[in-house]
């Protein structure tokens, strides 16, 4: 009993890849390297390293995807928070934190930044109640931190739940570009098309909330290296925001006020 849908999307894969094949006059050798391009991918894939995603992510299809699925998210202001990929690097169970906690750890920076803004409903502009922000960004060493063994469990991850009023607010770090992993199967692609593997300067989330369409997105530092040439295609103009210079809170060096709109099912 498969689904019609299944059957349709799978006799096209293998035409598509019949068509690959002779478009190119693709060889055996040729397809044992694709072959085992992603063997190796799967070998290397764990709950540190996603190198699967990552040979998507650089190919474009992840952001391909979240296009095709979310093309109702437009990046008109009156819309609901534009999408943008999830990426390799979310990881389930962030520490549930409280509003005004922060969520660095273990790390001394200039870019300490105090992010606050309200999550609202993007048709009545309503505070929406239990909204929870799971949040994650890069180390300023450019790590996530299951990649660095020198990170504490969890750091630079949290989820923040929003009460009555909506509004949200959490210390983070100013994030700083940072290359893909190139050191595996991903990065020897991005090498032999002649990319770089940096993406632009990002913060994560994923908002969930009772009523309301889930949010995977992320947003970006328009001052940022790369914000015009993301390794894997995920910026969208709606999502790029401004760090501003902070002086009135002594645990702040940035202000970086964001809102952000639900819609319901
Ligand atoms: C990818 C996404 C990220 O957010 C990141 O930090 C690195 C890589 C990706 O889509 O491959
Ligand atoms: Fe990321």
Redesign the pocket.
């Known amino acids: 009993n498969v689904s019609p849908r299944l059957r349709k999307i799978t006799t096209s894969f293998i035409q598509h890849l019949h068509d690959f094949a002779r478009e190119n006059e693709i060889t055996v050798d040729e397809w044992m390297a694709g072959l085992e391009l992603m063997n190796e991918a799967g070998r290397m894939s764990n709950d540190r390293r996603n190198e699967g995603?990552?040979l998507c992510?650089?190919f474009g299809l992840?952001s391909l995807v979240d296009e095709i699925t979310y093309k109702l998210a437009s990046d008109a202001k009156d819309e609901p928070t534009a999408t943008a990929?999830l990426?390799?690097?979310w990881r389930k169970d962030a520490p549930m934190k409280k509003m005004g906690d922060t969520i660095v750890s273990g790390i001394e920076s200039t870019d300490r930044t105090w992010m606050h803004g309200i999550v609202t409903d993007f048709t009545t502009g309503k505070p929406v109640e239990g909204a929870v922000l799971d949040v994650w960004h890069?180390a300023p060493n450019g790590l996530?931190e299951q990649q660095d063994p020198n990170q504490p469990d969890m750091n630079l991850r949290g989820r923040f739940t929003t009460g009555k009023d909506g509004k949200y607010n959490f210390y983070c770090l100013r994030p700083v570009p940072?290359p893909?992993p190139f050191d595996g199967p991903a990065g020897r692609v991005i090498q032999a098309l002649g990319r770089h593997p940096y993406?632009p300067a990002?913060i994560?989330f994923i908002l969930t909330a009772p009523g309301y369409k889930p949010i995977v997105t992320?947003i970006f530092d328009r001052n940022s290296k790369y914000i015009d040439d993301d390794a894997?295609f995920?910026v969208k103009d709606s999502l790029i925001v401004d760090f501003k210079p902070y002086q009135a809170d002594p645990k702040a060096d940035f202000e970086l006020p964001y809102d952000f709109r639900m819609a319901t099912f």
Do not use: K, M, N, S
Request: charged residues 15%; glycine residues 6%.
């Open positions: 995603q990552l992510d650089i992840e990929i990426g390799p690097f890069t996530y940072y893909i993406r990002h994560h992320q894997v995920a």
